[in-house]
């Protein structure tokens, strides 16, 4: 099975920055992307950024120019660095690793715990 070990969060004024770090660890075969979701009190958890296995990157226009992830796959190892952080950043901030399996045929998602971010004004 795989495991994913989320730490970073904490909690920050306006304007500061932090960086997330999620390392994967177990069976991982077919690796499909790598990201970050996130999810705030009253609101559906959305996506944040995430990375292909082939290196493309999406950013929600929200974090554009703010947030940064990238990947370290010697020690399969992904992270999101945070700055010119704002109050409404807030949220419990996941990751999240999508793999591709053939028997079934499909794609399954595996999660982190959650760490939180907050953001103080």
């Known amino acids: 099975q795989v495991q994913l070990a989320e730490s970073g969060g904490g909690l920050v004024q306006a304007g500061g920055s932090l960086r997330l770090s999620c390392a994967a660890s177990?069976?991982?075969?077919?690796?499909?992307?790598m990201g970050w979701y996130r999810q705030a009190p009253g609101k559906q958890r959305e996506l944040v950024t995430d990375?292909?296995?082939?290196?493309?990157?999406h950013y929600a226009d929200s974090v554009k120019g703010r947030f940064t992830i990238s990947r370290d796959n010697a020690k399969n190892t992904v992270y999101l660095q945070m700055n010119s952080l704002k109050p409404e950043d807030t949220a419990v901030y996941y990751c999240?690793?999508?793999?591709?399996?053939?028997?079934?045929?499909?794609?399954?998602?595996?999660w982190g715990q959650g760490t939180q971010v907050t953001v103080s004004s």
């Open positions: 177990g069976s991982i075969f077919s690796v499909t992307s």
């Open positions: 990375i292909t296995s082939g290196g493309n990157i």
């Open positions: 999240n690793l999508q793999t591709f399996q053939t028997f079934p045929f499909r794609t399954i998602d595996y």
